[in-house]
């Protein structure tokens, strides 16, 4: 006579191993203050990550990242962050009433994606904020473009500033050297990551690093009791334990034939005339000065050049070839690879990429710019308690924005609700959208309409 509703009956849908969805009786600890079988498992997956604490999450890094943040801020704070963080971390800024000062990466030339945070760009965010409360970096970025955690954690940590890691794509780093770069080796006082993006384990299991000391474990482990349910997933959280045991047990052989696999298909990508694979084949890491590392599980397919958008190059994949890339944008696109992609799978990429290369026709080269961010008249959460209309884009130049519009995926913001319209945001819009590009607010109403604020500010 205990949840879960279904009693662990067969349910309709069939296949789901109901007799491990059990709930929080005896001898099944409690997820939020685990003394028992969690407390175990959660202590091995810090020891394999070599974290002091580490946190099962049953509803993604969504909530972790929003645990941590609420932890490290109080309300009317300051917090340093990259323009391109996940919108979990926009939602946080708005439940904590904090204001954002945002660090730009640099366009690489080549590809047009993110590069890495300098730690000398956080030095000077951190010089002319003294101020604020925390930094929130994202490493690896969607694209795989990793950021120098070790060095960006000194000069926080210089000035007693916690440093927190969005590794949501990265929860494999680590565990081979040619997949490092992990940001609880390099320091960072809360990283967060989702297990499912990466590594073996269902969608919405993740797992939060705390280390150092500078932001309370008890704060944190209190904001993500707030920020999850109180219902966990048994079965979330045997697949977690499960995904931990076997990272324990065959990480190192399994990740260096991954590596091999991927060598492999680097080989075949010398052979690309016209199309080119960040990191792979006869690019290398060293041609993008900007970057850090890069995550080598990442294969993103640059059309730049060629008469193909990244839009049409996923279209052909999926319709020729029935193979599903995770996204497509302006002038490439994103193929995510995992350790359990076997090396028939990763061939049959190569040799689809190889033969659509062969169809490629040059074209002239867009040149995508950096463009300066938008003017914050108010910020994110002040804007959301105002009045706002919705008006014809072409008349939204000059207003300030009540809304978020997003390129997405991978879920940039170009304008946040607060900021100022200006003409050159508008032509943006009108080239991504030219492209192809998904674009979304929250109104839901591009690319006719957006959300202004009214009234006086
Ligand atoms: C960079 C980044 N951070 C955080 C998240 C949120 O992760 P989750 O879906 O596990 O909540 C995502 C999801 O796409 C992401 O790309």
């Known amino acids: 006579m205990h949840m879960p509703g279904h009693k662990r009956q067969p349910l309709p849908i069939g296949q789901l191993p109901l007799q491990l969805d059990i709930t929080e009786i005896s001898g099944f600890d409690n997820f939020h203050q685990p003394e028992g079988i969690l407390k175990e498992s959660m202590q091995r997956a810090a020891r394999l990550y070599g974290a002091e604490r580490s946190f099962y999450l049953v509803n993604g890094s969504t909530g972790g990242i929003l645990a941590g943040i609420a932890a490290a801020t109080k309300p009317g704070d300051t917090i340093i962050m990259v323009r391109g963080c996940h919108k979990s971390v926009y939602h946080g800024l708005e439940i904590r009433q904090l204001t954002p000062v945002y660090l730009q990466p640099a366009l690489d030339d080549s590809f047009s994606v993110a590069a890495s945070i300098s730690p000398q760009q956080v030095e000077q965010a951190l010089e002319e904020h003294p101020h604020a409360k925390l930094v929130l970096i994202t490493s690896p970025t969607y694209e795989g473009v990793i950021s120098d955690i070790a060095s960006i954690g000194e000069v926080c940590h210089k000035r007693g500033v916690p440093l927190m890691v969005d590794e949501a794509h990265g929860a494999h780093l680590g565990f081979s050297p040619w997949f490092s770069g992990g940001a609880v080796q390099a320091g960072a006082d809360i990283v967060i990551q989702s297990l499912h993006k990466t590594l073996p384990s269902p969608t919405q299991t993740a797992i939060a690093h705390w280390q150092g000391g500078r932001i309370s474990v008890e704060e944190f482990a209190r904001q993500l009791s707030i920020f999850q349910t109180s ?145 914050m008249a108010l910020p994110p959460w002040k804007a959301r308690l105002q009045s706002y209309k919705e008006i014809d884009i072409p008349e939204s130049e000059g207003k300030v924005s009540a809304e978020s519009v997003w390129a997405y995926p991978p879920g940039v913001p170009l304008v946040t609700a607060g900021e100022c319209i200006d003409v050159e945001l508008l032509q943006q819009l009108q080239t991504l959208q030219n492209q192809g590009v998904e674009l979304h607010s929250e109104s839901d109403s591009l690319p006719y309409k957006i959300r202004v604020l009214q009234g006086e500010l």
């Not at 279209?315 to 490439?332: F, P, T």
Request: hydrophobic content about 40%; some cysteine.
């Open 231 to 375: 219902s966990p997933s048994y079965l979330f959280m045997a697949a977690i334990d499960d995904c931990i045991h076997w990272m324990e047990e065959h990480s190192a052989t399994a990740f260096a034939e991954y590596q091999k696999r991927m060598e492999q298909f680097s080989f075949k990508m010398e052979q690309l005339q016209r199309l080119r694979v960040l990191c792979y084949g006869k690019d290398k890491l060293d041609y993008h000065c900007n970057f850090f590392g890069f995550d080598r599980g990442k294969v993103v397919i640059s059309t730049k050049g060629t008469n193909f958008t990244g839009n049409q190059l996923k279209d052909i994949l999926r319709e020729e070839y029935a193979i599903e890339l995770e996204m497509a944008m302006g002038d490439y696109a994103l193929a995510m690879t995992s350790v359990l992609d076997t090396s028939v799978m990763l061939e049959q990429l190569a040799e689809a990429i190889l033969q659509i290369d062969r169809q490629a026709e040059p074209a002239p080269m867009q040149t995508i710019q950096q463009l300066p961010l938008p003017k």
